[in-house]
């Protein structure tokens, strides 16, 4: 299960609101071993596409060196899909290399301008997609 606060969740789904009618992506940084996700980092789409999603890699490199610096780790992984289901495709599944992290979809396809929008997280190690539980929470405390 995937567990983060209300403000993270908003946070995800304006991000993706913002961007559409591009993929929006980020990630969410948590201490390491902890599996809390803390730290949003929304990232620019360098691919700027309704249909994929593209970390520049500039960016990513300094994302974990960053995190590597204040002992984190990607918790979540997320991005946005304009046209269809909050469910990973054959390209998000191949691109997966976090084994640890919650990979979190938005869908935008029924955007019009306040959603509503669908909010999925999912496991995916060596291929397996595992749809979780969304649990959302005022604070950790």
């Known amino acids: 299960m995937l567990t983060l606060t209300q403000e993270l969740h908003d946070a995800i789904v304006a991000h993706a609101r913002a961007d559409h009618p591009d993929e929006a992506c980020g990630v969410i940084a948590g201490p390491a071993g902890t599996d809390r996700p803390e730290r949003h980092i929304p990232m620019l789409n360098a691919a700027r596409s309704p249909t994929f999603y593209e970390f520049d890699s500039t960016d990513l490199l300094k994302l ?26 054959r390209t998000d599944i191949g691109y997966a290399n976090e084994p640890g992290a919650h990979y979190v979809l938005v869908s935008t396809a029924d955007h019009d301008g306040a959603g509503p929008f669908q909010f999925r997280s999912f496991r995916i190690v060596d291929g397996r997609v595992t749809e979780e539980e969304v649990r959302t929470v005022a604070s950790y405390a």
């Open 64 to 89: 974990y060196r960053e995190m590597d610096d204040h002992d984190e780790e990607p918790v979540v992984i997320y991005h946005s899909h304009t046209a269809t289901e909050a469910y990973p495709s």
